[in-house]
């Protein structure tokens, strides 16, 4: 299995705090990306990184942003969660390359907003 | 907007080939054919890719038409763990936007 990790797993948090996802790799890829997931919506792709201190947005980039000081780590922050934001959160990595463009996910975040 | 259109659900007898249909007929000529599978609540799994040649891997095979309009992801010989939602995107490889997918039911 590919070597990302995300954390916490599981949070349950208050309405109007902030919050911080976090999502670490070991393999070194370049690409890194932020996904929710709720029931009947799929996957939506919230920002991504394309090297380190370059990001970009996803269909549902609203409400969140995104921070990559260094390769291993991005990080997904909610200034100020709201009750919409609960969901569950997935990190991917890619290489980005013409040869090893398959994404490797992470295990999730469950987010609840209270 | 995804750029790929599935069926939403199809079913498959156990042991048999599952067959998963995708048409994407706005694919761009730098774009691959990606399927990744999802199994209840885990993270996405990546299953194969192509660019226009087929493609074959320890778990499926990957058919793409001659005009690249279309492709067809094949698993030989279906079992109860491939139920599953199946996801046909096109990408040249840095964003990844997922559609619905198609849910594969596995029938004993």
């Known amino acids: 299995d590919a070597g990302i990790t995300q954390s916490p797993r599981h949070k349950v948090t208050e309405t109007g705090t902030p919050v911080t996802l976090r999502c670490h790799q070991t393999?070194?890829?370049?690409?890194m990306y932020w996904y929710r997931q709720d029931p009947g919506h799929g996957l939506r792709l919230i920002h991504y990184?394309?090297?380190?201190?370059?990001?970009d947005k996803g269909e549902v980039s609203d409400g969140y942003s995104v921070s990559r000081s260094k390769t291993e780590d991005f990080l997904l922050t909610l200034e100020s969660a709201t009750s919409s934001q609960t969901s569950v959160y997935f990190c991917?990595?890619?290489?980005?390359?013409?040869?090893?463009?398959?994404?490797?996910f992470g295990q999730g975040t469950r987010l609840t907003v209270v | 907007d995804a750029k790929t259109t599935q069926p939403p659900s199809m079913d498959c007898a156990e042991g048999r080939a599952a067959n998963l249909p995708c048409n994407h007929s706005t694919i761009s000529g730098n774009e691959y054919v990606y399927w990744y599978r999802q199994i209840h609540s885990q993270g996405p799994q990546y299953i194969i890719h192509?660019?226009?040649n087929n493609e074959t891997n320890e778990m499926a095979s990957l058919i793409i038409t001659e005009d690249r309009k279309s492709s067809t992801l094949i698993l030989p010989h279906a079992t109860l763990r491939d139920t599953a939602v199946y996801y046909c995107?096109?990408?040249?490889?840095?964003?990844?936007?997922f559609g619905k997918g198609t849910r594969l039911h596995i029938l004993p």
């Open positions: 990184s394309y090297g380190v201190k370059d990001t």
């Open positions: 991917a990595i890619s290489g980005g390359g013409p040869y090893n463009t398959e994404a490797f």
């Open positions: 393999e070194n890829h370049r690409y």
């Open positions: 995107i096109v990408s040249p490889g840095d964003k990844i936007i």
């Open positions: 192509g660019l226009k």
